[in-house]
C-alpha cells in the first residue's frame, strides 16, 4: 500500500521555525522526487519545493527562497522541509507528493502520482 505521511506541522509565532517530515512506503522511494506543495483557504495550491531522486537538485518558490531548505534521508524513506522565519503568509495545509522521473523537471510541470494527506501549517502571534 502506498503511502505518503507528513507530520511536524503545528502553531508557531512569526520568526519562528517548523520542520515537516514525508514518510514515504509501499513503493521504490528512490525512484521518485519528492516535492512539497501548500494550499490557503481560498487560494489556489502552490508548489513550494521539489526535491531530485538522489538529492542532487532542488527548487524553491521566489516566497520561500532563503528560508525553506528541503532534504531527503533515503535510509529513512523519509523528505525534509525545514521551514525557518515563517511569516503568517506560510500559513495553510501543506502536503507531499511524489513523481517517479529520470528528469528533475518534470516534477515541476506534471502532477504527481501520489500525494500525502496534509498537514496544517499556522503561523501566528
Known amino acids: 500500500q502506498v503511502q505518503l505521511v507528513e507530520s511536524g506541522g503545528g502553531l508557531v509565532q512569526p520568526g519562528g521555525s517548523l520542520r515537516l517530515s514525508c514518510a514515504a512506503s509501499?513503493?521504490?522511494?528512490?525512484?521518485?522526487?519528492v516535492s512539497w506543495y501548500r494550499q490557503a483557504p481560498g487560494k489556489e495550491r502552490e508548489l513550494v519545493a521539489a526535491?531530485?531522486?538522489?538529492?542532487?537538485?532542488?527548487n524553491y518558490a521566489d516566497s520561500v527562497k532563503g528560508r525553506f531548505t528541503i532534504s531527503r534521508d533515503s535510509a529513512k524513506n523519509t523528505v525534509y522541509l525545514q521551514m525557518n522565519n515563517l511569516k503568517p503568509d506560510d500559513t495553510a495545509v501543506y502536503y507531499c507528493?511524489?513523481?517517479?522521473?529520470?528528469?528533475?523537471?518534470?516534477?515541476?510541470?506534471?502532477?504527481?502520482?501520489?500525494w500525502g494527506q496534509g498537514t496544517q501549517v499556522t503561523v501566528s502571534s
Open positions: 507528493a511524489a513523481k517517479r522521473t529520470l528528469i528533475f523537471t518534470t516534477i515541476l510541470t506534471t502532477t504527481p502520482d501520489y
Open positions: 526535491i531530485s531522486r538522489a538529492a542532487g537538485s532542488t
Open positions: 509501499g513503493f521504490t522511494f528512490n525512484m521518485y522526487a
